[in-house]
C-alpha cells in the first residue's frame, strides 16, 4: 500500500509534490502503490523512481511528467493522456494501457512484456530498445514510432498501424501481423520467424539486406548467405505485396498464392 505521508502530499497538487521531490535524493522512491487515483491531473509531475504498482490511474493526465525508473507493473493507465510522457527504463509489465495517449513519449528500454495497448496512440512515440515481448497492440497506431531493437517477440499487432515504421534489428518471432498496415515499412537487419502476416496491406515495403526463405525455400531473395535478415516459416496469404531488394536492385511481386514475380530491373 502506499505511504499515507507521500500520498498525503501528492494530493496536495503538482507544484507541491515537484518542490518537496527537490528536496529527497534524486533515487527517492515515493510509494503510491495500489492506490486508486484515476483521473488525477498530474502534468508535468516528478514522478522518477516512483512506487506506482498496481495503482489505477485510468483516464489520467500525465503528460510531460517524468517517469524514469518509476515502477508501474499491472498500473491501470487505461484511457490517460501519456503525451510526451518519459518513460525511460520503467517498469510498465502487464500495466493496461488500452486507448491511452502515447503520442511523442519517450519508453526508450522500458519494460512492456505482457502490457495491454491495445487500440492506443503511439504516433512518433521512442520504443527504442524496449520489451514489448507478448504485448497487446491489437489497432494500436504505430506511425513514425521508433522501433530500433525492439524485442516484440510472441507481440499481437492484428490491425495495428505500423505505417513508416522502421524494425531495424527487431526481434519479430511468433509476432501476430494479421489485418496490420505496413505501408512505406522498412525492416532491416531483423530477424522474423514464424510470424503471421496474413491479410496485411503493403506498400513500398523495403527489405534491407535481406533474405528472405519461403516456407519450401524455393524463394531466395538477396545476395547469397550475406545478407542479415531470415524470414522463414511465415504465412504470406492472402498478401499481395511489392518489395524492392537492394541487393539485386530489382522489384518483386509476391503473389498471394506464394508465387513471385519479378517487376523490374533498375541495373
Known amino acids: 500500500m502506499a505511504n499515507p505521508e507521500h500520498l498525503a502530499k501528492l494530493k496536495e497538487g ?55 525508473r518509476a515502477k508501474l507493473s499491472k498500473t491501470n493507465l487505461g484511457g490517460s493522456n501519456l503525451t510526451k510522457t518519459i518513460f525511460v527504463h520503467t517498469d510498465l509489465s502487464g500495466a493496461n494501457l488500452s486507448k ?35 504485448a497487446n497492440l491489437r489497432k494500436a497506431d504505430l506511425r513514425e514510432t521508433d522501433l530500433h531493437g525492439v524485442n516484440l517477440n510472441g507481440a499481437s499487432l492484428i490491425g ?27 525492416i532491416s537487419d531483423a530477424v522474423i520467424i514464424k510470424a503471421l502476416l496474413k491479410a496485411c496491406q503493403f506498400d513500398s515495403y523495403f527489405l534491407l539486406n535481406s533474405k528472405i ?27 499481395n505485396c511489392t518489395q ?10 509476391l503473389h498471394n498464392n506464394g508465387g513471385v514475380s519479378w517487376l523490374q530491373d533498375n541495373e
Open 244 to 253: 524492392y531488394c537492394r541487393h539485386t536492385k530489382k522489384f518483386v511481386y
Open 160 to 186: 495495428a498501424d505500423l505505417t513508416t515504421v522502421d524494425f531495424e534489428t527487431v526481434i519479430l518471432n511468433n509476432t501476430n501481423f494479421i489485418n496490420a498496415k505496413l505501408d512505406f515499412t522498412i
Open 100 to 134: 491511452a495517449n502515447l503520442r511523442m513519449a519517450n519508453l526508450i528500454s522500458s519494460d512492456l512484456s505482457e502490457t495491454d495497448l491495445s487500440e492506443a496512440n503511439l504516433i512518433g512515440a521512442n520504443l527504442k530498445d524496449a520489451n514489448l515481448a507478448n
Open 213 to 239: 526463405v519461403e516456407k519450401l525455400n524455393r524463394l531466395l531473395i538477396g545476395n547469397k548467405a550475406t545478407a542479415n535478415k531470415i524470414i522463414r516459416e511465415i504465412e504470406f496469404e492472402p498478401i
Open 14 to 68: 503538482v507544484k507541491a509534490w515537484n518542490e518537496w521531490k527537490k528536496t529527497q535524493k534524486i533515487d527517492f522512491v515515493a510509494d503510491l502503490s495500489k492506490e486508486y487515483l484515476s483521473g488525477a491531473k498530474l502534468h508535468k509531475a516528478n514522478l522518477r523512481y516512483a512506487n506506482l504498482s498496481e495503482t489505477d490511474l485510468s483516464g489520467s493526465d500525465l503528460c510531460g511528467s517524468a517517469l524514469t
